[in-house]
């Protein structure tokens, strides 16, 4: 079974533009959640995604936007990008969110922003 | 305030020895617990979970232990190998309020075990 997918894996941008990213989970699992990581902070929350549906969400302001296609692909944007936006965004996937499943997580963007 | 610490940064142990990583949390609401090694490049891999209803979890080589009183977890390698060299990260999870998706990691430690 392939694993999750994340596209592109390296990205530079300047402050002020957008990005997308893009996350296809592990086939038949349908909940998609995205971590930011950095130095200093870690493994952060973003968001998750389950049937279309944004369930949780962190503490990020609302730049960072998210949205779950019906096949459960996933993209997450962040709008007029800040220098400290620089970080691997990371994608993970489960089944469901109805009872505890470890995710899985993909290879990760790295987002640098100039 | 971070809800999931661990305090050592780095660890260094001789092949074939015990390798034992340690991790605190602080919500009492936390249910489930996971540990990821991380290469660079490369995303979390998981590693070993275990609930908050048991207090030992074993998978081969590796052992979770979770003492709920003391709100601390530890996972134990043995033996430890050099392709065990990664970063180790602990998540917990809170119960309810549809926060499983969200996992809170600690900082992580980076394990280096030496031939």
């Known amino acids: 079974k392939a694993g999750v997918t994340q596209t592109p894996r390296y990205l530079i941008k300047t402050r002020g533009q957008q990005v997308t990213l893009s996350c296809s989970p592990i086939?038949?699992?349908?909940?998609v959640s995205w971590y930011q990581q950095t130095p200093g902070q870690g493994l952060q929350f973003l968001f998750e995604?389950?049937?279309?549906?944004?369930?949780n969400k962190g503490n990020f302001p609302g730049r960072f936007s998210g949205r779950q296609f019906s096949n459960s692909r996933s993209e997450m944007n962040v709008s007029t990008l800040e220098l400290g936006d620089s970080a691997l965004y990371l994608c993970?996937?489960?089944?469901?969110?109805?009872?505890?499943?470890?995710?899985?997580f993909g290879p990760g963007t790295r987002l640098t922003v100039l | 305030d971070q809800q999931v610490k661990q305090n050592s940064p780095s660890l260094s142990v001789q092949e074939g020895r015990i390798s034992i990583l340690n991790c605190d949390y602080t919500?009492?609401?936390?249910?489930?617990f996971l540990w990821y090694k991380k290469y660079p490049a490369e995303g979390p891999t998981f590693l070993i979970s275990?609930?908050?209803?048991?207090d030992k979890n074993e998978d081969g080589r590796f052992t979770v232990f979770l003492n709920k009183s003391a709100k601390h977890l530890s996972l134990h390698i043995v033996p430890s190998q050099p392709g065990d060299s990664a970063v180790y990260f602990c998540a917990a999870s809170e119960r309810g309020r549809g926060s499983q998706g969200n996992l809170i990691f600690g900082k992580g430690t980076k394990l280096s075990v030496k031939p």
């Open positions: 086939s038949g699992h349908r909940s």
């Open positions: 995604y389950f049937s279309e549906t944004q369930r």
């Open positions: 919500n009492s609401m936390f249910d489930y």
């Open positions: 275990i609930s908050s209803i048991k």
């Open positions: 993970a996937s489960r089944p469901g969110p109805s009872s505890y499943n470890e995710q899985f």
